[in-house]
């Protein structure tokens, strides 16, 4: 029969209270920064980006850019069967008070002229790329690679 040493349970219950009290810390800071900064988490869904940024992509945005320019992904509201949807896409053309945005999969769907207005964010950095499109991947798989030379030595 082994005896419990009182105070190693103290120290550690004193350890877990600690790593949660720094956790929550780093946590509430780390809230601090990005709101300081006007920077946001964000999550793509769909293929309308890819293979830039597939289904499931997680990225990080600045609110309310100073400002846009050609070849951005940004985040942007339009109204679409009545109701108003997000949408993740590239700029391809910029005049004065608005933008054409279109997405980098010759599939996408929707494309077209907005008010700049309608631009709520920029992507300044992706984490993680996503899903790529499945019928991409399948399109490339059955490609046959051209002008593909090969290099013996000896």
């Not at 769907?109 to 984490?127: F, I, R």
Request: aromatic fraction near 6%; include cysteine; charged fraction near 20%.
């Amino acid at each position: 029969m082994t005896m419990r040493d009182p105070s190693r349970e103290v120290q550690k219950k004193s350890l877990v209270i600690s790593a949660c009290l720094l956790l929550l810390c780093a946590l509430w800071t780390g809230n601090v920064i990005l709101s300081a900064w006007r920077l946001e988490i964000g999550r793509n869904t769909g293929f309308s980006m890819s293979p830039t940024l597939g289904d499931g992509a997680i990225y990080v945005v600045r609110v309310r850019p100073p400002e846009i320019g050609r070849g951005d992904i940004v985040e942007a509201r339009i109204a679409m069967d009545g109701s108003v949807s997000r949408v993740v896409k590239r700029v391809v053309d910029v005049q004065e008070g608005k933008v054409f945005l279109e997405g980098d999969n010759q599939q996408a769907t929707w494309c077209g002229w907005l008010p700049a207005s309608a631009v709520e964010s920029k992507v300044v950095a992706v984490l993680w790329r996503g899903r790529p499109d499945p019928s991409q991947v399948a399109l490339a798989q059955t490609r046959k690679p051209q002008n593909q030379r090969l290099m013996l030595t000896n």
